[in-house]
Nanobody, 126 residues
Framework: QVQFVESGGGLVQTGGSLTVSCTAS????????VGWFRQAPGKEREGVSC????????YYTNNVKGRFTISRDKAKNTVDLQMNNLEVEDTGVYYC???????????????????WGPGIQVTVSS
């Protein structure tokens, strides 16, 4: 059974850095396109970044571009989201989601993904 789980969340001050990781069990994550999403209290889930299977094309939404970096660690079987210069508005539950293939124009739309991790809390304090 394929499962995906997030790790690495926590509490950080404004301007700090944090890395969240998506780990796969029962499968090789390199075969999957992976999206990172977040959901703040009272708000809809929003995509922040994605990396495709195969060519490894990467996409960031404008509000995280230049601050967040998505990457694959094939040795660890993870997809990591390095988050720098964090802002209070980055606070939320972060989710990784996977699908075998996805095009860039829809890769931050939640409905296109098949599997979701349980989520992990990231809190940025001022």
């Amino acid at each position: 059974q394929v499962q995906f789980v997030e790790s690495g969340g926590g509490l950080v001050q404004t301007g700090g850095s944090l890395t969240v990781s998506c780990t796969a069990s029962g499968s090789t994550l390199a075969f999957w396109s992976v999206g990172w999403f977040r959901q703040a209290p009272g708000k809809e889930r929003e995509g922040v970044s994605c990396i495709s299977s195969g060519d490894g094309d990467i996409y960031y939404t404008n509000n995280v571009k230049g601050r967040f970096t998505i990457s694959r660690d094939k040795a660890k079987n993870t997809v990591d989201l390095q988050m720098n210069n964090l802002e209070v508005e980055d606070t939320g539950v972060y989710y990784c989601a996977t699908v075998e293939r996805i095009s860039e124009d829809v890769c931050v739309i939640p409905g296109w993904y098949d599997y979701w991790g349980p989520g992990i809390q990231v809190t940025v304090s001022s």
